[in-house]
């Protein structure tokens, strides 16, 4: 299925859709999860927990999305978080002057390209404004964080555009009073800010957005000294370098040289192995290694977990080794010393370096969504085939007929399980047309009520795939929904 | 145990401990979860959830925390939202206004206070700047939010202030696309942000903080017809009005004239039953209904419920009968028509009313501390007694001896558990220590690996309030676990 299928799908039945959508001055790249979304969103993020955060120990906190300004300073986004834009001399639009080079030319341009570079484009190929087509301006830079004044005397703060700030900064405190040893990861979710030129594609790119950042603090001299790499050594990885996809176990891609150390093979394949129980097909993914010219400013090794959708390759997680970049940034600015103490290097002294795995959560949700919704024609029904634990309703309750009696009991099966699942109650239209409206929606189990219920205090469980049902006893349905809906 | 205490816990084990702290510019309001306190905090809104969100029905959203100038022109925010304030016409700090009053005179100085009355009492009682001394200038008006600009061209949008704007705005969309029926409750957590003048005591006043807010749409016609009063009949609220507190049921607080319908009866209920489950000493909690000019700007009934602290009463959630104030202001500037039906009232058209829950998550889980925390005098041990649900640290596992065969089997059941449960795993220091520093954060259990584990496939599982242990097989130490740690 497509991108127009599953944004039809998201607005109708309240996955997402635009916010402040009542007003003219509503912006664009600012939208909200509806009741299933956040549902979804919210076990995705627990699965996210699980398979990373808790499997490998993770530290993880909730930092304040307001930052001071010194904080920006030292990591470089103050002076360095910017895009080109051209302004039209005529009507005043301003534009993303690289998208629309490579828009005209048809063809990527580097993320680094310098403005002179583009302003020469722009004036060999006679590009003008795409609005009006009145003559551009010159190349310039716009700062894309969003600029707030604190308190009665307006101290300037920003809303941090990435999560991982707040770990940067809070790094030696952490440390400390966690009783930290390196390696050690730090984690968090939480919303980050960009002030976009060209907010587009619903979830694609927003101005307002979820990240889940992980950022693993350690001995640049150790990046092979990593016991728990023997849990991943024979997970698959697909990546691809240039024009080589390779696709290899952890261990053969150390040996064969496709990534550089085991520290980063580990969470590579976590990452993998993660993203392998989200249901997103993983014939459709790799992990892409950027070119030169492609990485952020401060990243010497980079690579971009891409998953394939009706868009294109969609970058959902970049993992870059930032190197010392953000520490060494702050210790400088701040005097606060983030050198900590290496037992397992003679109790040396490091300044530990990072690698960073950045994960956008309204990119991941999009590609679940487009990868598990299937039209099943043989059916004839929509159905969204999600995994039965990110699923947003759990569990529909539907009496088959609408008598009293048959109703009663529906209800108080809904009522016995109302606060543990997220059980959805349904008694209006045919049976056939209530299953549709949960197949739609990614419910992977209905129970339906009916007479036999009341007879021998049976229900049946219909599953979403298979269509299957089964009769089971009412005292056993709290468990067997238990262990269905547990991931493996 | 007091103010002190908890915040000393909640610095040294990583709680939450300011923002930004190693930045001369950190700005105070802000503060940061660490590992224990996020863990905490999503554990207590996973209790939300169940007792309120799912026990109800409830729809919950999650809105951008930006939104368009639009949304605070229709909500009064733009022009209402604003504190008193003078500056110092010396040293030019500035102070809110009636705090300063009412600290000077010893009073309680009404929210609703007009600015000439502050200045009145500010020249009659000659009051100065608690700062220096200077004379203070006059009152003016500072508005709380925080103003970011969207885009190239700078339009004006605005940090929300409470997260309900969202509902309001998104409400026709809701009621349509989930096909809702009247009463129904929208719900959201997220962040507001709100630019206090004086932010104080880390958690209880902060520039950005969480929120868990309940909007219930109802008929104003009919806030008596809500059947699932029922269920809450015999639940007892406990209620301040003026200097009388009524210890009633919700029934009786119905016939008694203390709550005015049944729907406000109702979800007081559903939030007392919530808070008796979050550990909170629910004797030393009141619903104060608010007088005249202590309520919100757009309040018709009000009422705080508040919790006893070694801070005095600290109001957790404000609860409040907005009428159609929100709904009525964004019909009027959108044009978009908020009237729903209402199938139970004849088909009639409804601008809904709202009645609000709006509940501060800092302040909750800072109450929750302190009615936890204890000084155990006869075993020497400072003791978190948290609910096991609640718990950041659910399990430790510490080996009793270190020998390496103890160790490996300690770690293997570590592994067995770590990605289903918060699992520590401890070896350092005195099996006394080990258990005192899992007490001192709330973990409930810990289960020890000796030489009989080797034996016989048995651990022992230490309860942290008794002290008492058991023995167990490893192979039901999951069961066993999952049992204990679920909510009631």
Chains 1, 2 share one sequence.
Not at 288 to 295: F, P
Not at 379 to 387: E, H, I, S
Not at 428 to 435: K, P, Q, V
Request: proline share 3%; hydrophobic share 40%.
């Amino acid at each position: 299925m497509n991108y127009d299928a599953v944004t039809e799908l998201a607005l109708s039945r309240g996955f997402y859709f635009p916010s402040c959508e009542i007003y003219a001055d509503a912006q664009a790249g600012f939208w909200e999860y509806g009741p299933l979304g956040v549902a979804l969103k919210n076990r995705y993020v627990e699965l996210w927990r699980r398979e990373l955060v808790r499997r490998d120990g993770m530290l993880e906190i909730d930092g304040s999305q307001i930052m001071s300004r010194s904080v920006f300073v030292a990591s470089g986004h103050l002076e360095s978080f910017n895009d080109p834009v051209v302004r039209c001399t005529k009507c005043s639009s301003v534009h993303r002057a690289d998208r629309l080079v490579g828009e005209v030319l048809n063809t990527i341009v580097p993320e680094r390209m310098a403005d002179g570079e583009l302003g020469a484009l722009i004036l060999k190929h006679g590009i003008r404004c795409p609005k009006c087509g009145g003559e551009l301006g010159s190349v310039s830079r716009f700062n894309m964080m969003f600029k707030v004044s604190v308190g009665a005397d307006g101290s300037d703060a920003y809303l941090r555009p990435e999560t991982c700030q707040s770990i940067f900064v809070d790094f030696a405190r952490l440390f400390k009073i966690m009783r930290c040893k390196l390696p050690v990861a730090i984690a968090q979710v939480g919303k980050s800010f960009r002030n976009e030129i060209a907010p587009r594609q619903s979830l694609m790119r927003l101005r307002e957005f979820y990240q889940a950042e992980i950022e693993v603090f350690c001995n640049p001299r150790r990046l092979d000294a990593i016991d728990r790499f023997d849990e991943v050594r024979d997970v698959m990885l697909r990546v691809q370098d240039g024009d080589t996809l390779h696709e290899v176990s952890a261990e053969q891609a150390i040996r064969k040289g496709i990534v550089p150390n085991r520290l980063v093979a580990y969470y590579l394949a976590l990452l993998s192995e993660f993203y392998s129980k989200t249901g997103i097909d993983m014939s459709r993914s790799r992990f892409r290694r950027l070119a030169e010219d492609e990485k952020a400013f401060y990243a010497t090794v980079a690579y971009d977990f891409e998953v394939h959708t009706s868009l294109g390759w969609v970058e959902l997680v970049a993992c870059n080794y930032r190197s010392d970049h953000d520490l060494k940034g702050h210790m400088l600015l701040s005097k606060e010393n983030m050198e900590v103490m290496d037992v397992e290097d003679g109790n040396s002294k490091v300044l530990p370096h990072v690698f960073e795995l950045s994960m956008g959560i309204e990119r991941s949700i999009y590609c679940i969504l487009e990868h598990s919704l299937q039209e099943d024609r043989e059916n004839d029904r929509l159905v969204l085939r999600l995994r039965p634990y990110l699923a947003p309703v759990q569990v529909g309750i539907l009496p088959i007929v609408k008598k009293d009696d048959v109703e009663a009991k529906a209800l108080e099966v809904f009522r016995m399980l109302r606060k543990e699942f997220d059980v959805f109650y349904d008694d209006s239209g045919s049976i056939g047309r209530r299953y549709r409206r949960l197949d739609e929606i990614g419910t992977p189990y209905a129970i339906t009520i009916d007479r036999q219920t009341l007879e021998d205090g049976t229900v049946t469980i219909r599953e979403r795939d298979s269509m299957n049902q089964v009769r089971v006893r009412i005292e056993s349905l709290r468990d067997e929904l238990a262990g269905r809906l547990r991931p493996p």
